[in-house]
Nanobody
Framework: QVQLVESGGGLVQAGGSLRLSCAAS????????MGWFRQAPGKEREFVAA????????YYKESVKGRFTISRDNAKNTVYLQMNSLKPEDTAVYYC????????????????WGQGTQVTVSS
């Protein structure tokens, strides 16, 4: 099974940037679609961004388009989320996830999840 280890979360002021990383185990990383989701206190876990196994296709939540960029390096078994122009409403626990099939924007279609990393944006 795939194991995911996240890093890069922290506290940043509004307008700042963070780069999240998710390192995956296994030799078939390129076979998995990868996604980033987030969950704020009292709210449902929501889709943020996703990328196909090849890295050719990407998907974004409307509110992060133009600010966040998802990418992957299959040689390093790693997916990234570059977050720029951060806003207080981006504050949440961010989760990395992997799936071999299903809808890349649906949290219900992912098989593997990381432990989550806290992102806090102060105003």
């Amino acid at each position: 099974q795939v194991q995911l280890v996240e890093s890069g979360g922290g506290l940043v002021q509004a307008g700042g940037s963070l780069r999240l990383s998710c390192a995956a185990s296994g030799r078939t990383f390129s076979n998995y679609d990868m996604g980033w989701f987030r969950q704020a206190p009292g709210k449902e876990r929501e889709f943020v961004a996703a990328i196909s196994g090849s890295g050719i296709t990407t998907y974004y939540k409307e509110s992060v388009k133009g600010r966040f960029t998802i990418s992957r390096d299959n040689a390093k078994n790693t997916v990234y989320l570059q977050m720029n122009s951060l806003k207080p409403e981006d504050t949440a626990v961010y989760y990395c996830a992997a799936t071999q099939r299903g809808r890349p924007t649906s949290r219900y279609d992912y098989n593997y999840w990381g432990q989550g990393t806290q992102v806090t944006v102060s105003s």
